[in-house]
């Protein structure tokens, strides 16, 4: 690995990584021969950037948060040739980067990156998008698109669960439909799951067990709306136990096919672009990532 594209967001994490952008560039050009910074202005630039750069460089690294993370992901995916991938956390989860072994500091991330440590690793497909970490329908949206902005950026990883608190009781069930190639379930539903990472909202929240190079989606399926539910899933991160607990689900699958009543907006690695029925795979070992201590 010789050429190096940085794609920085300057906002991520109100600027964060924009503060430490000389000293990232001083760092990586340590190991690399070219490191060539390409700053974001707007929703799309990290596609753009992407579909130009990808062919003449050896590695893509995203500086920034998880938002830019999905979008450089979906434009190095579905290349035939795909380069190299890392990054430099600088959002508020940041959660495949803690799923690689990256330490949060920008400049700690760099140095760990100079290092050029990668593996192969498994990445999810939904119809025509890419993620990296999990899908979602059902509470795990609704919670996400109610965590008002600030909330999220002073107690951040915390968040997302604490709202979820709050919000347990007052949701409707759906109708689902899952299917994989072995198995049918239907019934009424309040969230399922897709993961391929472990990290949810910066924890180890619903699949501490699960892997991001075993070719397998993690699967999770709620039931009932109880708040006595979802807090053993949460006390349970640190073990592998929440199969057992009453109202859940949980398998494995290489792919699944999902069918709501009503329609359900997905939640995509934290974007929500799409909606019910869709179905969902896992790309084994699809891109090579650079990565810290995993």
Request: hydrophobic letters at 35%; glycine letters at 10%; one cysteine or more.
């Amino acid at each position: 690995m010789n050429k190096v594209a940085v794609i920085l967001n300057p906002v991520s994490g109100n600027g964060k990584v924009q503060r430490f952008k000389d000293q990232i560039v001083v760092t990586l050009r340590d190991s690399f021969q070219s490191v060539t910074i390409y700053e974001t202005q707007q929703s799309g630039d990290g596609t753009s950037i992407v579909e130009r750069v990808a062919s003449s460089v050896d590695l893509i690294v995203v500086a920034g948060g998880d938002g830019t993370v999905n979008e450089v992901v979906n434009a190095i995916a579905p290349l035939e040739e795909r380069p190299a991938f890392a990054i430099i956390p600088g959002g508020t989860s940041n959660d495949f980067s803690r799923e690689i072994g990256m330490l949060q500091h920008p400049l700690k991330a760099a140095e760990q990156i100079a290092h050029k440590n990668s593996m192969w690793v498994d990445v999810g497909k939904s119809d025509h998008y890419y993620f990296l970490n999990f899908w979602g329908i059902g509470l795990i949206t609704q919670v996400s698109e109610t965590v008002d902005i600030g909330s999220k950026q002073n107690i951040g990883r915390l968040a997302y669960y604490l709202r979820t608190l709050q919000t347990i009781g007052g949701e409707n069930p759906f109708h689902l439909k899952v299917e994989t190639d072995t198995d049918t379930w239907e019934g009424e539903a309040v969230m399922l799951l897709v993961g391929n990472g472990t990290y949810t909202g910066g924890i180890r929240a619903f699949f501490p067990e699960g892997s991001i190079k075993d070719g397998l989606l993690d699967v999770l399926l709620i039931k009932e709306t109880s708040l006595q539910t979802f807090w053993e899933i949460l006390q349970s991160r640190v073990s592998n136990q929440i199969q057992n607990k009453e109202g859940i689900i949980t398998f494995q699958t290489p792919k699944i096919t999902i069918t709501a009543d009503p329609e359900q907006t997905i939640d995509c690695d934290g974007e929500r672009q799409n909606k019910t029925p869709s179905t969902v795979g896992i790309l084994p070992k699809h891109i090579k990532m650079i990565v810290g201590n995993v």
